[in-house]
């Protein structure tokens, strides 16, 4: 697909686990960004990660980038139930200024 | 920092009226803003790009006479949806981009508006 491909589309795991979502392009990028979206609302940013960097921590995110196999991934540690929402990769093309998304994971966390 | 509002959170309006949704960039100018549209459990879809002091570009298929944009400062852009009907009802979230990180095309999202058309 145009937008590139995220897998799992929904994932569900109890409290504790770790949820790993996956992303995958076909263009070359500048970078690549996470987003998360609760239900409803608006896009958070969580991480941007440059095309020259391999991998990226936050708190209990870790992202990793591959672009020889042009993908991505977005670790959660130690989830909780508020972790539960969509998250989305978004990547900015090295041709464009603008941000393509994909098409999202849904994650639920159970209590 | 980086806050982006939007007004309304919520509309609901009659076929073939006009609805104009405000985007705000609170603490930072925006030379470029964006605006998405997102149907229910899909992603996002970029509608246009909206850059202050010039007209927007608009995506492959998108109407600009009907979704009309207009950035007249660095911290207000404005999408007007004319004439809607039930098929424009979606969530339209605006972002923008801050210009001190704009090489990295760093975009900070509105809490997004509700558009129902009866």
């Known amino acids: 697909s145009q937008q590139g491909e995220e897998d799992p589309q929904a994932l569900s795991i109890q409290e504790g686990e770790n949820a790993t979502m996956n992303c995958s392009y076909k263009?070359?990028?500048?970078?690549l960004q996470w987003y998360r979206q609760n239900s409803g609302r608006g896009l958070v940013h969580l991480i941007l990660i440059r095309s020259n960097e391999r991998e990226k921590h936050s708190g209990r995110l870790r992202v990793t980038l591959d672009t020889s196999k042009k993908s991505s991934s977005l670790l959660i540690t130690a989830s909780r139930a508020a972790d539960t929402a969509s998250y989305f990769c978004a990547r900015l093309e090295t041709s464009g200024s603008r941000l393509t998304f994909g098409e999202g994971t849904q994650l639920t966390v159970n209590p | 920092g980086a806050v982006v509002s939007q007004h309304p959170s919520r509309v609901i309006c009659k076929s073939g009226t006009s609805v104009k949704i405000e985007c705000r960039s609170l603490d930072f100018q925006a030379t470029t803003m964006f605006w998405y549209r997102q149907f229910p459990k899909q992603s996002l879809m970029l509608m246009a790009t909206s850059n202050e002091g010039s007209k927007a570009t608009y995506e492959q298929g998108v109407e600009k006479d009907k979704f009309l944009i207009n950035h007249a400062s660095l911290t207000l852009s404005t999408l007007t949806v004319t004439s809607a009907h039930p098929e424009d009802s979606s969530f339209y979230i605006c972002s923008a981009r801050d210009e001190r990180t704009a090489h990295y095309n760093e975009q900070f999202f509105g809490p997004g508006t509700r558009l129902t058309v009866l």
């Open positions: 263009t070359s990028i500048n970078n």
